[in-house]
């Protein structure tokens, strides 16, 4: 199923790809974080324009000196006793009126004790550095902000090692007039805001957001505990992690930047960190770029997983999605290394932009619909990919999609993209387990998808291309959508289907003539479907699949490696004679016998693949023996 999404330009992979470049390179805090920044021309298309496109990197993250936490005693710190609802100052640039705080000179503050009903507010005119070290505070607000920083050029927010830090604003603020809505969060600032430190901070949100930069918001240390009405932890320009624990429950969005001006787009970048939020919304929502270069994360989103409206990459780190609407979506995504486990409602990962029409909108080139057989122009050739020794063979039945052929610009021309060169990506999702509204490649790595049990919905579904030179892919869902990897791929392919749908657990296991195994695993859900690509599988080369059995080996997502393979019964002996081998218990089929068309390994007369709807239309094949 696919949601519409913004695309910012056709360049969005490559941008992923050297922001994740810039992502994996390591360096000490207390330095400037620097990049390359060549100017890349790349020439695409998207449904919006078929132009020549310019992608610079859109964010670079730096960290200065100060964004560190150093010790505060050296210097000359103004110490501020909280009183209730006053303070006592030792010390200049702030004074203490009507249980209002005014820091009004850069510098270093060290707060602690109550304040109740008050503000702590930050207005330096001449754009320094103010640092508040929050050593054992309880800052409430009943009426706004509890801290506010109405200027500076940078406030940072220190944690002192050993204390609990409280901060908290009301469910309802009191502004001076009807045109005023800022502050609005229990942390607000609108300029740059750095929290470090060892210590602990909760944050109540009971208005809107926990914490709002209105500018750059950066974390490179300390225990986060936020809990608010709408989104946890928000910065217009950019969110950047660099070390924490951060808890998050949120209403809205869990960790979010919000600019939306064309090449001013926010970004969200994640290096370190523990990571556990729970979402009414996204939990990680980029109006722009985003990348997971390392830490640990563990998210519960009522909507997406993560979220970008531009580019997103992969580089490292631990990804838990146990529950989301779709668990990956943006419309250029870089998967590079990592662990990431996706668990959705719908689709596991869909790549998509604005252009696309929202679920119930225009079908896919040649989509099948319903249970009937494909329509008109599916026959044999059909299709910009036609031309194999599996070309499509139009099933019967009632009414189908449109005909196979050139697609539209949102569908196989599309630049959208899904590109997986490493790491582990696991995928359990009700909707489609991979869904690109562009196209797919895969060059390394390994790939597990537990799909769908519904036919309305494939564990594969692209509309362009699915290139797969390289890696561990294996696909298990329902046979109505179903999908393999395109004839344009160097690594061979087996799309097993079966006339009967096999229980979830029930062991797949492939092995060559010699015995080998190429791949033993158990899907997790019911599943009338299988398909597989290994560096392992060889055209022209004989297999066999069994169905069933035990294995002695250790399991990971469903994959078996080492031990011993026993007990299973033989589904069916084949031959690779192609590079993509559709097999059923019969053997080998001869027809494509696919639905939707889409060029070079699409499906309904396309030069990809696929299965038609189970209830309508039957499936010609023969035996190859």
């Known amino acids: 199923m696919k949601k519409p999404l913004k695309m910012k330009g056709a360049g969005v992979l490559l941008l992923c790809a050297v922001v994740l470049a810039a992502c994996n390179e390591t360096t000490d805090i207390a330095s400037t974080t620097t990049e390359a920044t060549p100017a890349v021309t790349t020439t695409g298309t998207t449904a919006s324009t078929a132009k020549a496109t310019t992608t610079d990197i859109i964010q670079k993250v730096e960290y200065a000196a100060e964004d560190a936490y150093t010790d505060w005693a050296s210097a000359n710190p103004t110490k501020i006793s909280l009183t209730g609802t006053s303070a006592t100052i030792e010390g200049e640039g702030a004074a203490a009126k009507d249980g209002k705080i005014v820091i009004t000179k850069a510098g270093t503050y060290i707060l602690s004790g109550k304040l109740t009903g008050g503000q702590i507010t930050v207005n330096v005119k001449d754009k320094g550095v103010v640092r508040l070290v929050l050593n054992g505070v309880e800052i409430s607000n009943s009426t706004s902000s509890a801290i506010f920083v109405e200027e500076a050029g940078k406030t940072i927010i220190s944690l002192q090692e050993g204390t609990e830090n409280i901060v908290s604003d009301g469910t309802k603020y009191v502004y001076p007039d009807a045109t005023t809505d800022e502050?609005?969060?229990?942390?607000?600032?609108?300029?740059?805001?750095?929290?470090?430190?060892?210590?602990?901070?909760?944050?109540?949100?009971?208005?809107?957001?926990?914490?709002?930069?209105?500018d750059k918001l950066k974390i490179t240390g300390g225990t986060l505990d936020i809990k608010a009405v709408d989104d946890g932890v928000m910065g217009r320009d950019l969110v950047a992690v660099q070390a924490g624990t951060l808890t998050i429950d949120a209403g809205g969005h869990g960790i979010k930047t919000s600019n939306d001006k064309e090449g001013e787009e926010g970004y969200i970048s994640l290096a370190s960190g523990t990571f556990t939020i729970k979402s009414g919304e996204d939990a990680l929502h980029s109006s722009g770029g985003l990348d997971v270069?390392?830490?640990?994360?563990?998210?519960?989103?009522?909507?997406?997983?993560i979220h970008a409206e531009v580019s997103l990459a992969i580089a490292g780190g631990?990804?838990?999605?146990?529950?989301?609407?779709?668990?990956?979506?943006?419309?250029?995504?870089?998967?590079?290394?990592?662990?990431?486990?996706?668990?959705?409602?719908?689709?596991?990962?869909?790549?998509?932009?604005?252009?696309?029409?929202?679920?119930?909108?225009?079908?896919?080139?040649?989509?099948?619909?319903?249970?009937a057989g494909a329509g008109a122009g599916a026959g044999a050739g059909a299709g910009a990919g036609a031309?194999?020794?599996?070309?499509?063979?139009?099933?019967?039945?009632?009414?189908?999609?449109?005909?196979?052929?050139?697609?539209?610009?949102?569908?196989?021309?599309?630049?959208?993209?899904?590109?997986?060169?490493?790491?582990?990506?696991s995928v359990d999702s009700k909707g489609d387990g991979l869904d690109s509204n562009g196209s797919i490649t895969m060059s390394g790595g390994t790939v597990v998808v537990n799909g769908p049990i519904e036919n309305n919905n494939g564990s594969l579904d692209y509309d362009g291309t699915f290139v797969m030179t390289g890696g561990f892919l294996v696909a298990a869902g329902s046979s109505g959508m179903v999908q393999a990897t395109s004839d344009k791929s160097t690594q061979a392919g087996v799309l097993m289907t079966y006339t009967k749908t096999q229980q979830a657990g029930a062991l797949v296991h492939l092995e060559d003539s010699a015995g080998n195994t190429i791949i033993t695993f158990a899907p997790a859900k019911n599943y009338q479907s299988v398909f597989v690509s290994s560096p392992n599988l060889k055209q022209d080369a004989s297999y066999t699949l069994s169905s069933g059995g035990s294995s002695t080996g250790t399991a990971t997502k469903g994959l078996f490696e080492g031990g011993t393979?026993?007990?299973?019964?033989?589904?069916?002996?084949?031959?690779?004679?192609?590079?993509?081998?559709?097999?059923?218990?019969?053997?080998?089929?001869?027809?494509?016998?696919?639905?939707?068309?889409?060029?070079?390994?699409?499906?309904?007369?396309?030069?990809?693949?696929?299965?038609?709807?189970q209830g309508g239309g039957q499936r010609p094949q023969r035996a190859v023996q």
């Open 183 to 214: 502050p609005n969060s229990a942390i607000f600032s609108k300029d740059d805001l750095t929290i470090n430190g060892t210590g602990k901070l909760v944050v109540k949100g009971n208005y809107n957001n926990g914490i709002t930069s209105k």
């Open 293 to 305: 270069s390392g830490g640990d994360l563990h998210l519960n989103a009522g909507d997406d997983g």
């Open 318 to 371: 631990t990804i838990d999605i146990t529950q989301s609407n779709e668990g990956i979506e943006a419309p250029a995504v870089l998967i590079s290394g990592g662990k990431t486990n996706v668990v959705s409602a719908d689709d596991g990962v869909n790549i998509s932009n604005s252009a696309e029409s929202a679920e119930g909108g225009a079908a896919a080139p040649g989509a099948a619909t319903g249970g």
């Open 387 to 425: 031309g194999t020794s599996q070309a499509g063979a139009a099933p019967a039945g009632g009414p189908g999609g449109a005909p196979g052929g050139a697609p539209g610009a949102s569908g196989a021309n599309s630049s959208n993209m899904l590109t997986i060169t490493g790491g582990l990506l």
């Open 565 to 613: 393979y026993q007990g299973g019964t033989k589904v069916v002996d084949f031959k690779t004679a192609t590079l993509i081998t559709w097999l059923s218990e019969t053997g080998v089929t001869e027809a494509r016998s696919g639905m939707m068309g889409g060029p070079g390994g699409g499906r309904q007369g396309g030069g990809g693949g696929g299965m038609p709807p």
